[in-house]
């Protein structure tokens, strides 16, 4: 999701580096070489960065980058007692979800909307499961709603199995609380079936037979049984587009077919006829239960990193950081290890993870030796557009006091919820953690969802006039949502620091082939790639692998390659381990 909750995860990805990471130790990593930090023409931290590589120039498996993907797939096989090492090109690790802090504001650059953190078991959140395994948890505030802006008016939407009823009887009416109704119905029973394999269990070869199909097959065959003839047949539909099920049971009323597209565009950067049906159903599973709630990791989304980062050192991995991978080194048709921008080889013994998209992964490799078909297929997968980001601090004093952390305005449902400048997302996560702000202030990130068209901003020059009124334009709409959301006590020439983010400051910090939010794959017309590549022991893992986009996809591509890279056995021993 834009946002990133237990079956989502847009993160809009933002990794402006900052200070040095003191908080991370370990014997095995040193990270003694400072970044000099600047100011970019942005108004982001930018550090000079050093190619510097301490410890030893070698390691069992190497992971090219530290997102959440990167970190988990890392911290995994260090606790499968492998000798692994990230290494991450900036002085921050995680990727899309790390954080930044500027005049004593601590911002989140990405994923602020979670569920699942504090769930356990088979049917728990991926990356939950993930840090379960590493002996790691994160203390989250919980809450149950956010605030809605759309044509029709504004309200306090609630998850949960009834309240949502409410808001549909007064913005909808009885057809559209019917359609609702008849919706969750149907799916709702689905969910055992959509949930049955733990992502920690998969792995890519045909050791998943026993680690996942022989240990869960019963529990599966039973959740088809007690689902009877009529809801079998709707688990078939589980790997088709999610609008199959809508069309199926006559769904038209205009509200509930614009709330479900927006749902399935905040999830995975696609609208209802994109997004496989499994992951609108496992997300509908946590969001309209009972007892359901959202979680916010205390100190930020970067609480995500640390944590992971804890998991990876206390198993003796290593981390990396200002060790910028200039090449993939493949010798007699096998990647066998990194080529660091300072000119360093850095061996790998037994395989290179790539964290990196398909399209900089493949800028990675040496073209002679990436087969063609690969090649091409990778250069015609559709990519999701960019984002525009606002992070604002300000002071706290006239606005009102029971402000909520998340808000979401939709300007226009007739032009589409993936149209650029119609939809835009803000967090304010001092509401919930106020240690993310100094005293009596507030810190605020608002964005557009993976919506903004790169072509408008390719070629610019970033310090150029054309620049910044491009910029002062297209973040106009960014700042009328927050003053709509924020209401008449904000001010925005009094906020004590302003950041406007465009697609560049997207491609330029977080390395991502045209500031894209990923590959724009819809269910039905096209797969997420695996895990393998033509290369031997070269793998790859994060939002271009399957599962697909959002976090807790990330982070199940993340253990899937690690479980890959370790015996069944082994496996099968973790598993047991954390009881799943």
Not at 329 to 352: C, N, T, Y
Not at 496 to 518: D, I, M, S
Request: aromatic share 8%.
């Amino acid at each position: 999701m834009a946002w990133g909750l237990s079956g989502a995860g847009i993160g809009p990805s933002f990794p402006h580096l900052f200070q040095p990471v003191s908080s991370f130790k370990s014997k095995r990593r040193t990270p003694t070489v400072l970044a000099r930090v600047q100011t970019s023409s942005n108004g982001y931290p930018s550090p000079t960065l050093t190619n510097n590589f301490p410890g030893k120039p070698e390691a069992d498996v190497i992971v090219v980058g530290s997102g959440i993907g990167g970190l988990c797939c890392g911290a995994l096989l260090a606790r499968y007692n492998q000798d692994v090492l990230v290494l991450e090109s900036h002085d921050r690790p995680g990727g899309a979800a790390h954080s930044f802090e500027i005049k004593d504001y601590k911002f989140d650059s990405g994923p602020s909307l979670f569920s699942g953190f504090q769930s356990r078991g088979p049917q728990a959140n991926p990356l939950a499961q993930v840090l379960d395994a590493l002996g790691e948890s994160i203390p989250c505030a919980t809450y149950d709603s956010w605030m809605v802006y759309i044509p029709e008016g504004e309200f306090l939407s609630r998850i949960g199995p009834t309240d949502f009823f409410k808001d549909l009887q007064t913005y909808a009416g009885p057809e559209a609380e019917k359609e609702w109704r008849k919706l969750l119905d149907a799916i709702l029973p689905l969910s055992t079936a959509a949930m049955a394999l733990p992502p920690l269990s998969i792995r890519g070869d045909w050791g998943v037979l026993s680690t996942a199909g022989a240990r869960y097959a019963p529990s599966l065959l039973k959740s088809f049984a007690q689902m009877g003839p009529q809801g079998a047949l709707g688990a078939t539909k589980l790997l088709r587009p999610f609008s199959e099920i809508i069309n199926s049971l006559g769904l038209k009323d205009p509200f509930i077919r614009n709330w479900v597209d927006l749902l399935s565009f905040l999830l995975a950067g696609v609208k209802s006829d994109g997004v496989l049906s499994a992951e609108m159903i496992y997300m509908f599973s946590e969001w309209y239960k009972p007892g359901c709630c959202l979680e916010y990791p205390l100190h930020g989304s970067g609480a995500v990193v640390d944590a992971l980062v804890r998991g990876l050192e206390k198993f003796n991995g290593r981390l990396s950081l200002r060790s910028h991978v200039e090449n993939i080194v493949v010798e007699d048709g096998r990647a066998i290890g990194v080529k660091l921008r300072g000119g360093q080889f850095v061996r790998a013994r037994k395989a290179v993870v790539s964290n990196a998209s398909m399209w900089d992964t493949l800028n990675l490799l040496p073209k002679e030796v990436v087969p063609k078909h690969y090649q091409e297929r990778i250069k015609t997968t559709p990519q999701c557009e960019s984002f525009m980001h606002l992070h604002l601090g300000f002071d706290a004093k006239g606005i009102r006091e029971d402000l909520g952390i998340h808000h979401i305005v939709v300007n226009d449902w007739e032009r589409g919820v993936d149209a650029d400048q119609n939809v835009v997302l803000i967090s304010v996560p001092s509401v919930l953690s106020p240690d993310l702000a100094p005293p009596g202030k507030h810190v605020l990130h608002a964005y557009t969802p993976g919506t903004e068209p790169f072509e408008l901003w390719e070629g610019l020059d970033r310090r150029s006039n054309e620049y910044k009124e491009l910029k002062a334009q297209r973040s106009e709409v960014m700042w009328k949502a927050v003053e709509r959301a924020l209401g008449p006590g904000f001010d925005r020439e009094k906020c004590e620091v302003k950041l406007v983010g465009t697609p560049l400051t997207h491609q330029r910090f977080l390395r991502r082939n045209r500031g894209t939010y990923g590959p724009a794959i819809q269910a039905g017309k096209g797969s997420f790639p695996g895990h393998t590549t033509p290369i031997p022991q070269l793998f790859c893992c994060g939002d271009s692998t399957f599962p697909g986009i959002g976090v807790p996809a990330v982070a199940a591509s993340g253990a899937i390659v690690a479980n890959s890279l370790v015996s069944v056995s082994q496996h099968s021993e973790l598993l047991d381990a954390v009881g799943i």
